[in-house]
T-cell receptor, first 114, second 114 residues
Framework: GAGVSQSPRYKVAKRGQDVALRCDPI?????LFWYQQALGQGPEFLTY????????KSGLPSDRFFAERPEGSVSTLKIQRTQQEDSAVYLC????????????FGQGTRLTVV | GNSVTQMEGPVTLSEEAFLTINCTYT??????LFWYVQYPGEGLQLLLK?????DKGSNKGFEATYRKETTSFHLEKGSVQVSDSAVYFC?????????????FGQGTELSVKP
């Protein structure tokens, strides 16, 4: 596709429910990032993939958060046993290679936990 | 650690007014610096960047100069338009950084009135 695509755009989950958020990066992009953006705040880094390898997961807030990119393209961010504090916009970004290159962002998935 | 601080919003200006959005950072060495813009309903877009001290990034009439001595990267535009209404994020990419993750400020909302 022309840009980074995320689905669903909106997700409402009941507390305790598991959710899965999908990211389709720009074709051929090596690097993929997930960020969490709370209301009124800037995005905060969650995790980074280079191809299928998850090289940095230092930003994942708890072991309820899990991300994968098994074939080096599409990525899924999974949140288990969602809690109200997980409510945020989850952004995915990709870039053509690692290092100091431009990152292209998707529109995000707005997760609301009720 | 690495951090970015932006002036709080919202900033409300009349069309053709001069814009400054302040951004200061804390980082080791010489990080790369960025301004991203988020228009309503859209994803984050790179507006401009600078990768070393005294570099000036510019795009769409916006400018920002990398000032190492004041650890600042203030965004300026000489004459804003209604279409510039958006949220602006200052960000840095640490020099000792695997993959290229970004550290964002909290964002500054700009509203331009006709």
């Amino acid at each position: 596709g022309a840009g980074v695509s995320q689905s669903p755009r909106y997700k409402v989950a009941k507390r305790g429910q598991d959710v899965a958020l999908r990211c389709d990066p720009i074709s051929g992009h090596v690097s993929l990032f997930w960020y969490q953006q709370a209301l009124g705040q800037g995005p905060e880094f969650l995790t980074y993939f280079q191809n299928e390898a998850q090289l940095d997961k230092s930003g994942l807030p708890s072991d309820r958060f899990f991300a994968e990119r098994p074939e080096g393209s599409v990525s899924t961010l999974k949140i288990q046993r969602t809690q109200q504090e997980d409510s945020a916009v989850y952004l995915c970004a990709s870039s053509p290679r690692e290092g100091n290159t431009e990152a292209f962002f998707g529109q995000g998935t707005r997760l609301t936990v009720v | 650690g690495n951090s970015v601080t932006q002036m709080e919003g919202p900033v409300t200006l009349s069309e053709e007014a001069f814009l400054t959005i302040n951004c200061t950072y804390t980082a080791t060495g010489y990080p790369s610096l960025f301004w991203y813009v988020q228009y309503p309903g859209e994803g984050l877009q790179l507006l401009l960047k600078a990768t070393k001290a005294d570099d000036k990034g510019s795009n769409k009439g916006f400018e920002a100069t990398y000032r190492k001595e004041t650890t600042s990267f203030h965004l300026e535009k000489g004459s804003v338009q209604v279409s510039d209404s958006a949220v602006y994020f200052c960000a840095l990419r640490p020099i000792y950084n695997q993959g290229g993750k970004l550290i964002f400020g909290q964002g500054t909302e700009l509203s331009v009135k006709p």
